[in-house]
């Protein structure tokens, strides 16, 4: 006997119709039930939680999104965060379909995402996930100017990114040779 108003079912196939009835009773002053009339619903269960969310790929006005494929799903759900809510920028309609990209974004961002499994109009618990737009090539690099000149040589200098891998230094000089240095 339940005599809470709540009780959780677990054990139950994911994407699976079930019905439920809840029947109310009394007891009365001779110790019998005294049942109401049941309440019936019918729910079926989510699928799983999307796993492997990633960042496969960033630009500066686009975000790749990737993920391992959830054999029960019909589709994923993609949603990103904006002013305070969650807005739904796109989705997939096959189970096999675990890449997806957002574009539209704003270069040098940070954008939070989040992914669910889809079947039957239901979907799964989301997965998470946070990134940043690549800088637009105008911001990359910053403050660039030289520090010290000699006879032989010139010291640049540049702000230090944390969106690049790493840094092409090359010149030009009077013979309009172009030398490629590092």
């Known amino acids: 006997d339940v005599t809470d108003a709540s009780y959780k079912v677990t054990g139950l196939e994911t994407v699976t119709s079930y019905y439920f009835e809840v029947t109310a009773y009394k007891i009365n002053d001779r110790g019998e039930r005294v049942f109401c009339k049941p309440k019936y619903i019918d729910v079926r269960t989510t699928p799983k939680k999307v796993t492997g969310l990633k960042v496969s790929a960033r630009k500066s006005n686009?975000?790749?999104?990737?993920?391992?494929?959830?054999?029960?799903?019909?589709?994923?759900?993609?949603?990103?965060?904006v002013d305070g809510e969650w807005v739904e920028v796109g989705g997939t309609s096959h189970p096999e379909t675990v890449e997806y990209t957002v574009t539209g974004l704003n270069a040098g961002t940070n954008y939070r995402f989040r992914v669910a499994s889809s079947a039957y109009s239901i979907l799964g618990?989301?997965?998470?996930?946070?990134?940043?737009t690549l800088p637009t090539a105008a911001d990359i690099v910053t403050g660039f100017e030289f520090t010290q000149v000699t006879h032989d040589s010139i010291t640049l200098v540049w702000d230090e990114s944390d969106d690049v891998d790493g840094y092409l230094i090359s010149y030009l000089n009077d013979n309009g040779k172009i030398t490629a240095l590092k």
């Not at 054999?71 to 994923?76: D, F, I, M, N």
């Open 125 to 132: 618990e989301y997965a998470y996930c946070e990134t940043k």
């Open 62 to 81: 686009a975000i790749t999104l990737e993920w391992n494929v959830n054999a029960e799903a019909v589709g994923y759900n993609i949603e990103l965060y």
